[in-house]
C-alpha cells in the first residue's frame, strides 16, 4: 500500500466498542444457535450494528419485527433494546421458546416506568422516537389514571400540559448527559415536583465511551466512530465530536474510510461505539497502519469497564 500519511498519529479512545449488555445479548444468540440450531427469531435486531447482524443471519437467525411470523415451537429471543409489555403476552400465548437478552440496563427503566404506571403516576419519556429501546419502554405503561409523554428536545417541554401531580421522568439509555442535562434541567423549573431516577438512566458503558472520546478531542484533528448508522450510543459520539469542532465520521468498517479526506490529519481519534466489534476495530487500525499512520500513546484518563452481565440460567444450564 501507499504511505497516503506521512506522520499522522493514531489516538484510542479507551473504553471502545462493545459493552456489557451487547455482549451478553450476542452470546445468548450465539448460544441458542449452538444448541438448538438454526433457525433462531429474534425481535428485531439484536444489536444496532450490520456486521454482527449478517454474521449472525449467515449462521442462521432470522430478525423479524412480527413475531406472529415465528412458527410454534420454535426460538424466540428478545433483542437488546427490550420489548413491549404487549409483545411479551402475545408471544407467551403462543408456544414458544423464548429467552430475553434484553440489556439488564434498560429493563431497569421498563421497572420504573412500570412502577410509575401502577400509581397513576405521569412519566416523561426523554428519548428518540421510533428507536426500539423508545417502543419497548413506551409499552411498560399501563395505567387506567396516567399517562407517559414522550419528549425528543428541549422545545418539546414548551408543549407539554400535565396536570397529574404525581410525575416522574426517566431516559433511553443511550443518550448523551451533556444533551439530557439541560433538558431535564427544563423539566424541573417548569415541574418542582417531578420524581427523577434514583440513579441516571443513561447507561454507563454510553457514558464512558463519551467520557474517553472527550479526553482524547483536545489531541484530535478527526475522529472516526466505528459504529452503524442505526446506533444511537454511536451517533452521539459523532455528535460531540462535532460540538467540539472537531470533523467526525461515523464508518461501519474500513471499506467507509475516505483517505484523502483524513490524508492531511496529523493525529486522528479512533473509537468504537459500544455495538462494534473487536475485528471492525483492528481492521481499520491495520488499513490505517499500512498506509503509514502511527499509533500514538498519549496520556488520557483510562476509565477501566468491570461491569457483566450473566446469560439466562436455563442457557447456561444447557
Do not use: W
Not at 5 to 12: A, G, V
Not at 39 to 53: A, F, L, Q, R, S
Not at 109 to 137: A, C, F, M, W
Not at 300 to 313: A, G, L
Request: proline share 3%; net charge negative.
Amino acid at each position: 500500500m501507499n504511505n497516503i500519511f506521512s506522520e499522522t498519529k493514531l489516538i484510542l479512545a479507551t473504553p471502545r466498542g462493545f459493552c456489557a449488555g451487547v455482549e451478553r445479548a450476542v452470546d445468548i444468540v450465539n448460544k441458542a444457535i449452538d444448541i438448538f440450531g438454526s433457525p433462531i427469531y429474534v425481535k428485531h435486531e439484536v444489536v444496532h450494528n450490520k456486521y454482527v447482524i449478517e454474521d449472525l443471519e449467515k449462521r442462521g437467525v432470522l430478525f423479524i419485527e412480527d413475531i406472529d411470523v415465528v412458527p410454534e415451537n420454535s426460538i424466540l429471543i428478545y433483542s437488546a433494546h427490550g420489548v413491549s409489555i404487549k409483545v411479551k403476552k402475545d408471544a407467551e400465548k403462543r408456544n414458544l421458546k423464548i429467552f430475553d437478552a434484553t440489556c439488564p440496563l434498560v429493563t431497569k427503566v421498563h421497572l420504573e416506568v412500570h412502577r410509575y404506571s401502577q400509581t397513576n403516576t405521569d412519566v416523561v419519556l426523554i428519548g428518540h422516537k421510533g428507536h426500539p429501546e423508545i417502543e419497548g419502554t413506551l409499552g411498560q405503561y399501563k395505567s387506567s389514571n396516567g399517562k407517559i409523554h414522550l419528549i425528543e428536545s428541549i422545545g418539546d417541554i414548551d408543549k407539554l400540559v400535565i396536570e397529574n401531580k404525581n410525575l416522574a421522568y426517566v431516559t433511553q439509555t443511550t443518550l448523551s448527559i451533556d444533551d439530557t442535562e439541560n433538558i431535564i434541567a427544563k423539566l424541573i423549573k417548569k415541574y418542582p415536583h417531578i420524581q427523577s431516577p434514583a440513579k441516571s438512566d443513561i447507561c454507563y458503558a454510553t457514558q464512558n465511551r463519551q467520557d474517553a472520546v472527550k479526553s482524547i478531542l483536545k489531541h484530535c484533528d478527526y475522529l472516526l466512530v466505528i459504529g452503524s448508522v442505526n446506533s444511537s450510543n454511536s451517533r452521539r459520539l459523532v455528535e460531540l465530536a462535532l460540538k467540539n469542532n472537531i470533523p467526525s465520521k461515523l464508518i461501519d468498517n474500513k471499506g467507509d474510510i475516505n483517505l484523502e479526506e483524513l490524508q492531511d490529519n496529523k493525529s486522528i481519534g479512533i473509537t468504537a461505539g459500544a455495538s462494534a466489534p473487536q475485528i471492525l476495530l483492528d481492521e481499520v487500525i491495520d488499513y490505517l497502519v499500512k498506509n503509514g499512520a502511527v499509533l500514538d500513546d498519549i496520556k488520557q484518563d483510562i476509565i477501566i469497564e468491570d461491569i457483566t452481565f450473566s446469560i439466562p440460567k436455563e442457557l447456561r444450564d444447557l
